[in-house]
């Protein structure tokens, strides 16, 4: 059995930081892509990060590269995403997911037929 559990949410001023840690049980952690989605209120689940476990590659959304780091420890079975200079339109439900199809791309959620229960992570302006 698979789980996925975040933690690190929380709130913080606009500019301000959170690191986002995701732990993993269940399954050879090192044999999988791993990635990040969020949710904002009212809007559709977004592609945030993603790294391949075949070369350790990692991607990033448009809204989010330059600012995350998404980092993942393979011997922990953890993952964390660094977050910084975070804008109120940051603020969502953020995803830890692990990738159970390879028919589509690292940024279709469709892919990832595991997910956490999420982390809530709140922007003040």
């Known amino acids: 059995q698979v789980q996925l559990v975040e933690s690190g949410g929380g709130l913080v001023q606009a500019g301000g930081s959170l690191r986002l840690s995701c732990a993993a049980s269940?399954?050879?952690?090192?044999?999988?892509?791993m990635g990040w989605f969020r949710q904002a209120p009212g809007k559709e689940r977004e592609f945030v990060a993603a790294n391949t476990w075949r070369y350790g590659n990692t991607y990033y959304a448009d809204l989010v590269k330059g600012r995350f780091t998404m980092s993942r420890d393979n011997a922990k079975n953890t993952m964390d995403l660094q977050m910084n200079s975070l804008k109120p339109e940051d603020t969502a439900v953020y995803y830890c997911v692990l990738r159970q199809r390879y028919g589509g791309g690292y940024d279709d959620l469709d892919q990832y037929g595991y997910w956490g229960q999420g982390t809530q992570v709140t922007v003040s302006s």
């Open positions: 269940g399954r050879t952690f090192s044999n999988y892509d």
